[in-house]
């Protein structure tokens, strides 16, 4: 079997520990996790941890029925990247004195649909969102300029069929 690209949904309630328990799942398998966002959903006093990993379609189950069997877990989905819509953001902290004396930084922020969101006499903060590939892309470029700090989230997304998962777990939770 082929390994690839997965974005695990896992709709929990939020209690401690639950995301040291989820890593130790991965841990044990040895498996290593791309990217982890948690954040709340449409339910009231319900999270969605957003898990990106790459590898085979039958382990991703196995660690699907193993998160499901976690107390506080709802409902645990799994997805690849043509069934989601997602994105990430950066921030790009640069030398302001850049952002004026070298026109080819504009020019890069400009084509890479980036904007600033902060300048200060001493630095200026670039914020993409996008692919992982096009916040590379832009990262790379900026790289020879020098960058002063650079900070990725992970991915967020949903999916492109409908889910219907507020009903899913309101009925759960009622």
Do not use: C
Request: charged residues 25%.
């Amino acid at each position: 079997m082929q390994k690839e690209t997965y974005t695990i949904s896992v709709y929990s309630e939020n209690n401690l520990g639950l995301l040291n328990r989820i890593s130790t799942i991965f841990l044990k398998r040895h498996i290593n996790i791309e990217s982890l966002t948690v954040s709340n959903t449409e339910i009231e006093n319900v999270s969605r941890f957003i898990i990106v990993v790459n590898m085979t379609e039958e382990n991703v189950k196995k660690i699907i029925g193993q998160i499901d069997k976690q107390i506080e877990v709802i409902k645990t989905y799994y997805h690849t990247n043509e069934e989601s819509i997602y994105i990430q953001s950066a921030l790009f902290k640069i030398k302001s004195n850049l952002l004026f004396n070298e026109r080819q930084i504009q020019n890069i922020i400009k084509n890479s649909n980036a904007q600033i969101v902060t300048v200060s006499p001493e630095f200026f903060v670039i914020e993409k969102s996008g692919r992982k590939e096009e916040i590379e892309t832009l990262y790379n470029e900026l790289l020879p300029f020098g960058i002063m700090q650079f900070v990725r989230s992970g991915r967020i997304s949903v999916t492109k069929e409908e889910m219907k998962i507020s009903e899913l777990l309101k009925k759960q939770l009622n």
